[in-house]
């Protein structure tokens, strides 16, 4: 058996955004989203979550290009400004050389999964923006808080198999560089994935989309829902409503991208293909009831 959690990142950053999740979620295959603690549109994505309990919903954990969920005063490393550090670069350096107390990390990260929990939505998932958690030391907090906080599931966004992709798109624009950077993750992927055995954690399920992200077509996304492996895969996607003035006033790479993707995960020939392909759609929580299929 072939099961798929479609996610939608991003849940919080704008209303647009989160109305184009909602909208993919109702109309199409869309199961699940990874909800900003404090993010502009952070409580009306609450609003949304309490009234629509189909749609999973876990903490899309930030740690750069945002504002802490802490006091900054407690954060004099990780946000010395106010802010946090404004590139992954930035982080994944100061983290690596010392100058980022992994103490406020662990602070800010249980900070955030807290957020989300007091405001009534039971996390079923933790993934990270930018992807930043995937840094061995910070995966580490990461899994100690999902054991903490009683989570299930940890993305870990490194598609396979790694080398052929990076073979596969070295020519396309835009996918060349995202699928380098998703070679480049494989080691810390490796790290990870014991990480999550070591924590008794789950194994992460299959993941998808890193490499066409924000490029999604509708044959290049049908060719992901035939390939599917057997067990349990999760597609990353980034939905959102187009033109969303609150959107230009965000600082992401990902714009006409996000109405493209709610129109192909509510497109009929997808729901069909879904279907013809014999996928079971569902979202983090139901996973562990179909362990079997893994």
Same mark, same amino acid.
């Given at each position: 058996?072939?099961?798929?959690?479609?996610?939608?990142?991003?849940?919080?950053?704008?209303?647009?955004?989160?109305?184009?999740?909602?909208?993919?979620?109702?109309?199409?295959?869309?199961?699940?989203?990874?909800?900003?603690?404090?993010?502009?549109?952070? !409580? &009306?994505?609450? %609003?949304?979550?309490?009234?629509?309990?189909?749609?999973?919903?876990?903490?899309?954990?930030?740690?750069?290009?945002? %504002? #802490?969920?802490? #006091?900054?005063?407690?954060?004099?490393?990780?946000?010395?400004?106010?802010?946090?550090?404004?590139?992954?670069?930035?982080?994944?350096?100061?983290?690596? =050389?010392?100058?980022?107390?992994?103490?406020?990390?662990?602070?800010?990260?249980?900070?955030?999964? &807290?957020?989300?929990?007091?405001?009534?939505?039971?996390?079923?998932?933790?993934?990270?923006?930018?992807?930043?958690?995937?840094?061995?030391?910070?995966?580490?907090?990461?899994?100690?808080?999902?054991?903490?906080?009683?989570?299930?599931?940890?993305?870990?966004?490194? !598609?396979? $198999?790694?080398?052929?992709?990076?073979?596969?798109?070295?020519?396309?624009?835009?996918?060349?560089?995202?699928?380098?950077?998703?070679?480049?993750?494989? $080691?810390?992927?490796?790290?990870?994935?014991?990480?999550?055995?070591?924590?008794?954690? $789950? $194994?992460?399920?299959?993941?998808?989309?890193?490499?066409?992200?924000?490029?999604?077509?509708?044959?290049?996304?049908?060719?992901?829902?035939?390939?599917?492996?057997?067990?349990?895969?999760?597609? =990353?996607?980034?939905?959102?409503?187009?033109?969303?003035?609150?959107?230009?006033?965000?600082?992401?790479?990902?714009?006409?991208?996000?109405?493209?993707?709610?129109?192909?995960?509510?497109?009929?020939?997808?729901? !069909? =293909?879904?279907?013809?392909?014999?996928?079971?759609?569902?979202?983090?929580?139901?996973? !562990?009831?179909?362990?079997?299929?893994?």
């Amino acid at each position: 058996m072939r099961a798929l959690i479609v996610n939608g990142d991003d849940f919080g950053l704008t209303p647009g955004v989160n109305a184009g999740i909602l909208d993919a979620h109702v109309r199409g295959i869309l199961t699940s989203a990874s909800l900003f603690a404090n993010a502009p549109a952070t !409580e &009306d994505a609450i %609003q949304i979550a309490r009234r629509t309990p189909t749609l999973g919903v876990g903490c899309h954990l930030t740690l750069v290009d945002g %504002q #802490p969920t802490l #006091p900054a005063s407690l954060l004099p490393t990780l946000a010395p400004a106010g802010r946090f550090h404004s590139t992954w670069t930035a982080f994944i350096r100061g983290a690596a =050389m010392g100058r980022i107390a992994q103490r406020e990390v662990e602070r800010e990260l249980e900070a955030q999964i &807290d957020r989300i929990r007091s405001a009534g939505v039971q996390a079923t998932h933790l993934d990270a923006h930018k992807h930043v958690h995937t840094f061995p030391p910070v995966f580490a907090i990461v899994a100690r808080l999902a054991r903490r906080f009683g989570i299930r599931a940890i993305r870990i966004p490194c !598609e396979s $198999p790694p080398a052929r992709l990076a073979a596969r798109y070295a020519f396309v624009a835009g996918a060349n560089r995202q699928a380098i950077e998703n070679l480049a993750l494989a $080691p810390w992927a490796w790290r990870d994935r014991r990480v999550l055995t070591r924590e008794g954690v $789950p $194994p992460a399920a299959h993941f998808r989309g890193r490499v066409l992200t924000g490029l999604l077509t509708s044959r290049s996304l049908q060719g992901v829902l035939r390939s599917l492996p057997e067990g349990v895969s999760e597609l =990353m996607t980034h939905p959102g409503c187009y033109p969303d003035p609150a959107l230009d006033r965000v600082r992401t790479r990902l714009r006409a991208a996000r109405a493209a993707e709610v129109s192909l995960l509510t497109d009929p020939a997808t729901i !069909e =293909m879904v279907r013809r392909e014999h996928i079971v759609l569902l979202n983090h929580s139901h996973t !562990e009831t179909h362990s079997h299929v893994a």
